[in-house]
């Protein structure tokens, strides 16, 4: 009687001889990917460190005058009704529909918020803050700053982990209209329009 591994064995190698040719791989294929991940893993590490570097060259540069340049861009046509601004400051909001409540979310996989602005009505009830990303954040609320980071928040969520979400309610709303910006305390570049109407 015949060993079954032996049989096994003698099956594999006779498929294998009736097996297509597997084809090679494209020649760039494998740097491409190589140097992508050196590139992910590179801004993952990269922008905690930068933060601190650019938080710490602000607290320690000398107090100066700076006078903010005048607005470049010369509308093609006349602005939204609403609109008073016209830098393309609201580009991305729709300024036309504002929500009732404040819902925001950090993207899953970049290093951003889910949406570029956020347009609210007046007097909403409070912010609640969903993170579907690997990395912790938060939601802090400034007035409209360059540097947001370089503010004191006038409101922030709790920093929640990967999966978790937070949120805030008030009685009253300590904002009024105007517009703010929405940061993340712990990756301070990342940032987004609040417009409350």
């Not at 791989?25 to 893993?41: E, H, N, Q, S, V």
């Not at 909403?124 to 360059?146: C, M, Q, R, T, Y």
Request: hydrophobic share 40%; glycine share 6%; charged share 20%.
């Amino acid at each position: 009687m015949t060993d079954p591994t032996d049989d096994l064995a003698a099956l594999l190698r006779e498929r294998a001889g009736d097996a297509p040719a597997v084809p090679p791989m494209p020649g760039g294929l494998p740097r491409r990917i190589r140097r992508r991940r050196a590139a992910r893993t590179t801004a993952l590490f990269a922008a905690p460190v930068l933060a601190t570097a650019s938080v710490v060259a602000l607290v320690a540069a000398p107090e100066r005058t700076v006078t903010p340049a005048a607005p470049s861009i010369t509308p093609a046509s006349t602005p939204p009704a609403g609109v008073t601004d016209l830098t393309g400051r609201y580009e991305f909001c729709d300024l036309e529909y504002p929500a009732d409540e404040l819902h925001v979310a950090a993207h899953a996989t970049e290093m951003k918020f889910d949406q570029g602005c956020y347009v609210v009505r007046a007097g909403f009830p409070g912010i609640e803050f969903a993170n579907p990303s690997k990395l912790p954040h938060n939601v802090a609320v400034v007035p409209d700053a360059k540097q947001p980071w370089t503010q004191k928040p006038i409101v922030a969520t709790d920093i929640v982990d990967s999966g978790e979400s937070t949120g805030l309610t008030w009685k009253e709303s300590p904002l009024t209209p105007g517009d703010y910006v929405l940061f993340c305390q712990v990756h301070p570049l990342m940032y987004a329009q609040l417009v409350v109407r």
